[in-house]
């Protein structure tokens, strides 16, 4: 083989495998026939919302909070006290429950709420704590829970009356 043989012959094979490259580089990626990637984390899959069309929701498969009473009535108490109550409640969905977050309206009313998963059936407490400070008369506070659930917020509320002393 010449000089000029070899280097065309090295240039076709250089070619040739650049286009066999280029082919298989572009295989069919359709992503409609991809499944989505399951999350690896247990919260980020048990906190979805799988509204869509592909995809309609699933009330077979859900979380549901029931509270053993929505609301309390915690009486008279002055300024200077703390009210303190603990609501409890039920899981009776037949997925796990995770509560993302419980709000008061103001400052002065904070909750306590279990971190994890809550199994079906299984119980938990909400702990919410008043401090009236400068809040006086007639109180009406709601708290907001936000978990995975349908509707994903539930309200629980507490009442009562704040003396000066």
Not at 50 to 65: L, M
Not at 83 to 106: P, Q
């Amino acid at each position: 083989m010449s000089y000029y043989n070899k280097s065309t012959y090295t240039i076709k094979v250089f070619y040739f495998g650049l286009a066999f490259l280029f082919l298989w580089s572009c295989k069919n990626n359709n992503s409609a026939d991809q499944s989505k990637p399951k999350s690896t984390n247990p919260y980020v899959d048990a906190i979805q919302n799988s509204s869509t069309a592909d995809n309609p929701n699933d009330s077979s498969h859900v979380a549901k909070i029931h509270l053993l009473e929505n609301d309390f009535n915690f009486g008279t108490i002055k300024k200077t006290d703390t009210f303190r109550h603990n609501f409890k409640f039920v899981n009776t969905g037949n997925a796990r429950l995770l509560i993302s977050t419980v709000n008061g309206t103001c400052g002065c009313t904070t909750a306590e709420f279990p971190k994890g998963f809550i199994l079906p059936q299984d119980t938990g407490i909400i702990k919410v704590t008043f401090i009236p400070d400068n809040k006086l008369g007639d109180q009406d506070k709601p708290i907001t829970i936000t978990a995975n659930t349908k509707p994903n917020t539930t309200i629980i509320q507490f009442k009562g009356k704040v003396l000066p002393k």
